[in-house]
């Protein structure tokens, strides 16, 4: 499979707050993941790049076999402060807090993913390149080929920190 390395220019929002609209764009942003993985079309591909491009969260898409991150979105960049060279075509190891968190991360992944299919609104640690902890929520879900096997992952990672701060006050 390849993958078009771009370079990101611009990004817009959306709400912070999870809702109904929410829950409904990621499930066409899982079927658009997965028309591009199976089609690589064109059209697949502009309306998959808007839709990266106007994510709020960070959006990473991850190889099956090396766990290597095949393309993130600007969010992904700007959320933790690093360059797309510095993430795309490496693992996710240097996002985590440290390599046993990790490894915590990544055996809570396969259980929800055996239990439920996916990992959904997870709370976790994560560490942005400037060593800064910072807490996060994650969604992580498979993606598959024609063939229903599984050829990567999509991992949408959510800065929580504003959230968080705001509970603390009330």
Known sequence: MSVVR????????LPNQISC??????????YLIELFMLSQT?????????????LHDA???IDIKTVA?????????????????????KTTEHLHVNESMCGEFRRILDNAVQEKGCL???EFRMKRKNGT??????????IHNGKKEQIGW????????????????S
Do not use: M, Q, W
């Open 154 to 169: 999509g991992s949408l990672v959510r800065d929580i920190t504003e959230r968080k701060k705001c509970r603390r006050r």
């Open 59 to 61: 959006l990473f898409i």
């Open 133 to 142: 902890i910072f807490p996060t929520e994650h969604t992580v879900f498979p």
């Open 6 to 13: 771009r370079v990101f220019r611009h990004k817009s929002s």
């Open 120 to 122: 959904s609104n997870f």
């Open 42 to 54: 064109t059209v697949t591909k502009e309306i998959l790049d808007r839709v990266f491009d106007s």
């Open 69 to 89: 991150v095949l393309e993130c979105n600007p969010s992904a960049l700007e959320i933790f402060g690093f360059t797309y060279d510095e993430i795309v075509g």
């Open 21 to 30: 609209f929410f829950i409904k764009f990621l499930r066409l942003l899982f």
